[in-house]
């Protein structure tokens, strides 16, 4: 059975801490991926991971980063979070695709979700 | 700037009507497009997807993809309260998703 785990499903932080929010998945995915869920805005692409080491900025990379150091887990990280990070952050995987480029066409498997709320 | 535009409802059906969801695109080399459908607290998960152009049906579910108007559609037949969700649209190659459609079926 397909599995992506989040390592918390509701965490409460104060402004500036440093925040690891941490996805690993079971299905030897060669991508990842971090979003960010805002009633409204749907999901927006925070960072895109197409190997080990390997990111990409996706469309609000601004007070994020990541690392990828082993294939099964992604980390998204806040390096001084703020109130305007308080959201719902889901980790998905997907199998790299035939396509002509390394690309992220397959379908996605989403972890449950992390509800950060930051005071 | 690639846009995926849904429109957010709610879009409201009774039981046993056909429901139809629809999403623009504006990258025309879009390539891959999928829906997926989201339980109120719960992640998205994949209901179909679709490359080329014209309907291809899953059961109760068909997706229409017409390139030319940059517009795909899923259309639920045989509505069931079960289906009550927000249903997302995604350009996967782009790696955008719409803000989803809320549909809700009544008994």
């Known amino acids: 059975d397909v599995k992506v785990t989040q390592s918390s499903r509701y965490l409460v932080k104060r402004t500036g801490e440093k925040v690891f929010l941490e996805c690993v998945q079971d299905?030897?995915?060669?991508?990842m991926f971090w979003y960010r869920q805002d009633p409204g805005l749907g999901l927006r692409l925070i960072y895109f991971?197409?190997?080990?080491?390997?990111?990409e900025k996706g469309d609000i990379p601004e007070g994020y980063s990541v690392s990828r150091e082993k294939k099964e887990r992604f980390s998204l990280i806040l390096e001084s979070a703020s109130t305007n990070q308080t959201s719902m952050y889901l980790c998905?995987?997907?199998?790299?695709?035939?396509?002509?480029?390394?690309?992220?066409?397959?379908?996605?498997?989403f972890g449950p979700g992390t509800r950060l709320t930051v005071l | 700037q690639k846009e995926v535009e849904q429109n957010s409802g709610p879009l409201s059906v009774p039981e046993g009507a056909i429901a139809s969801l629809n999403c623009t695109y504006s990258?025309?080399?879009?390539?891959?497009f999928f829906w997926y459908r989201q339980y109120s607290g719960k992640s998205p998960e994949l209901i179909m997807f679709i490359y080329s152009n014209g309907d291809k049906e899953d059961g109760r579910f068909t997706a229409q993809l017409n390139k030319a108007s940059q517009y795909v559609s899923l259309l639920i037949r045989d509505s069931q309260p079960s289906d009550s969700a927000t249903y997302l649209c995604a350009v996967h190659n782009d790696m955008r998703f719409g803000a989803g459609t809320r549909l809700t079926v009544k008994p």
């Open positions: 998905a995987s997907s199998s790299r695709s035939g396509g002509p480029k390394r690309g992220p066409y397959n379908e996605q498997f």
């Open positions: 299905m030897d995915h060669e991508n």
């Open positions: 991971s197409y190997d080990v080491k390997m990111k």
């Open positions: 990258d025309r080399g879009s390539q891959s």
